[in-house]
């Protein structure tokens, strides 16, 4: 059972940066694909980023050229970089995991292709 542990969100202004980390407790993280989602109130959850154990990243459009997604294999930790946040990034963010990485048959934008969650992290923007 992976175990997944958000941290580093916040009430912040608009325009300002924030990050994100999620620390795994699995031993083999390094091969882990590993996403962020978020939920803001009233509406679903939704893909944010996600990054393969190659490195490879793909992006929500509405956080494309502002968020980052990075990974450090040692630290067994991923990470989400928020740079210029906006009222509308004010969201409950969670980690997702999953031991596939299979590209050619899913685009882990989904969360029904994630088997470990975290709890979740809120961050709050303020205008």
């Known amino acids: 059972q992976v175990q997944l542990v958000e941290s580093g969100g916040g009430l912040v202004q608009a325009g300002v940066s924030l990050r994100l980390s999620c620390a795994a407790s699995?031993?083999?993280?390094?091969?882990?694909?590993m996403g962020w989602f978020r939920q803001a109130p009233g509406k679903e959850r939704e893909f944010v980023a996600v990054i393969m154990w190659s490195g490879y990243t793909s992006y929500a459009d509405s956080v494309k050229g502002r968020f980052a997604i990075s990974r450090d294999n040692a630290m067994n930790t991923v990470y989400l970089e928020m740079n210029r946040l906006t009222p509308e990034d004010t969201a409950v963010y969670y980690c997702?995991?999953?031991?596939?990485?299979?590209?050619?048959?899913?685009?882990?934008?989904?969360?029904?292709?994630?088997?470990?969650w975290g709890q979740g992290t809120q961050v709050t923007v303020s205008s």
């Open positions: 699995e031993r083999f993280f390094s091969r882990y694909t």
């Open positions: 997702a995991a999953d031991r596939s990485t299979d590209i050619l048959t899913r685009t882990f934008r989904r969360q029904n292709e994630y088997e470990y």
